[in-house]
């Protein structure tokens, strides 16, 4: 009952799974959730300390079952990483309101109903809600209306959970990833794409899912236990360029 607990969601692949991995580096026991059931009984097979949980985060009543089943084998839960997301993009006029409701019910959804759910186990412990938003909701971009928008949104109802639940010393922040080289990414990205991400990112490069792990989890410790309502853009500079020219990038503007 003394090991710190976190709940990940998204918890099969890529920053999910980094993150409860380095959760397990850091001695806390890890309640892994996903909606892809073959996936995460094959990661969370090759590990100890877990608890796999197959849960589709759009569903309530799949929530509700999930956090009994957390709180259940855990006994307590100090922190919960909202990282479950789709994403599915195209231009305004053919995103049909289908689609639109898809990426809401997991990436908005989701979020609401899972935070929800945990807020009573959460208020034992004092403990961390990390939402993982995108910086395509802190800055617009094209084909990107449905997630642009969801993850906007994650970022207001992550102010919203700050401002009302600090009274039970439960902290809420945000992380938005700029890209992030994982095998999704990669797969889809062609070498146009990543080049040109590299030119307007300041860094020049993309993330990995460590780096962003770090910081979820740094969010989710004692060492941020003052830090609550906050955004934080793990992007390598992208955001802070707003929509400069990169060729023009510490090099003297001409008349």
């Known amino acids: 009952m003394d090991q710190k607990t976190a709940v990940v969601t998204g918890a099969a692949r890529g920053i999910g799974l980094a993150t409860a991995d380095l959760f397990l580096e850091m001695g806390w026991r890890v309640v892994m959730v996903d909606r892809d059931a073959e996936a995460l009984e094959a990661e969370a097979g090759q590990r100890q300390s877990v608890r796999a949980v197959h849960c589709d985060v759009s569903d309530p009543d799949a929530v509700t079952a999930m956090a009994e089943a957390a709180a259940g084998w855990a006994g307590r839960i100090d922190a919960l990483v909202n990282n479950a997301g789709v994403a599915e993009f195209g231009p305004i006029e053919q995103t049909d309101f ?32 990390l939402n993982i938003a995108s910086i395509s909701g802190l800055r617009a971009s094209t084909l990107r209306v449905a997630y642009g928008t969801s993850k906007a949104a994650v970022i207001q109802l992550t102010k919203q959970q700050a401002a009302e639940l600090g009274e039970y010393g439960i902290r809420a922040n945000c992380v938005c990833p700029g890209p992030v080289r994982t095998k999704l990414a990669m797969a889809v990205h062609t070498q146009e794409i990543i080049d040109a991400y590299h030119d307007a990112i300041p860094l020049n490069r993309y993330g990995t899912e460590r780096e962003l792990a770090e910081v979820i989890t740094f969010l989710c410790s004692d060492k941020a236990s003052y830090v609550t309502g906050q955004v934080l853009a793990a992007d390598g500079g992208f955001d802070s360029t707003g929509v400069g020219l990169p060729a023009l990038r510490g090099k003297p503007a001409r008349a």
């Open 98 to 129: 289908a689609t639109w409701r898809r990426v809401m019910a997991t990436n908005l959804d989701g979020v609401f109903l899972c935070s929800q759910a945990l807020v009573p186990a959460l208020k034992e412990t004092r403990g961390a809600i």
